[in-house]
């Protein structure tokens, strides 16, 4: 059921902005109808003694022939884009409750769960640490790692342990019974000729809602960390 108003929602708010631009594509634009009355005015109110000539009333038929066909035309385009953002709607309902990764450096920690995602080492490093903010940017924990090989690092953090590609690390929150439910923000750093470098993080966030643009494009509504569109997901998490 909650799939099915997923849907509902999302074509509600497409088709609002789609009439919207619609109306105001016809409050601009002459019409086939308005065309065609334009043409038999002209026809009735011409000057008998020097009446249209054969080869002008042909190209103005010819006119609105064209134009004929560019409204059956996108008729049928906006028909097919219904039928195509019905289809989005429906594969973009099942995200609704998943867990994605993008780049970001906040997530929210359920209770229960745990933050996961991949962090992009682009060398070898032996002082990798990561720094965890409250929402308010107060420091509230920090984990040395130390050596890390260079590639795609996994990461998960459940408020008083974590794990670096699935092992447990000699680390504990100085927090008795870790942190608490809600949002943080997370900077993973090592050093680069003396200085601090800062790492691509990927980490996770539950999908809330899915919204459709009026091109068809999906945005994802993540739990702390925003709107963001479906191309920049990293992975899908199970």
Not at 128 to 157: C, H, M, Q
């Amino acid at each position: 059921m909650s799939d099915i108003n997923s849907i509902s929602n999302v074509l509600q708010d497409y088709s609002i902005e789609k009439k919207a631009k619609t109306d105001k594509k016809d409050g601009n634009e002459l019409g086939q109808k308005a065309f065609l009355q334009l043409m038999i005015t002209q026809l009735e109110n011409q000057d008998p003694l020097s009446p249209q000539e054969n080869g002008e009333f042909i190209a103005q038929l010819a006119q609105f022939s064209s134009v004929e066909s560019l409204d059956r035309l996108n008729n049928n385009f906006d028909s097919f884009t219904k039928n195509f953002v019905a289809n989005q709607a429906l594969q973009a309902s099942s995200l609704v409750g998943r867990s994605v990764s993008v780049e970001t450096n906040t997530s929210y920690l359920m209770q229960g769960s745990a933050v996961t995602g991949l962090v992009e080492i682009p060398e070898s490093t032996d002082d990798l640490k990561v720094d965890i903010y409250s929402n308010s940017g107060e420091l509230l924990d920090t984990i040395d790692i130390g050596y890390v090989p260079a590639g795609d690092l996994a990461f998960r953090w459940n408020g008083q342990y974590a794990e670096i590609n699935g092992k447990l690390i000699n680390w504990k929150s100085s927090h008795e019974g870790g942190l608490p439910e809600g949002s943080y923000k997370f900077s993973f750093t090592s050093t680069v000729e003396g200085k601090p470098h800062q790492m691509k993080s990927y980490l996770s966030a539950n999908v809330n809602s899915v919204t459709i643009g009026s091109n068809g494009a999906l945005k994802l509504n993540l739990a702390g960390v925003g709107a963001v569109n479906l191309s920049d997901v990293k992975q899908f998490n199970e």
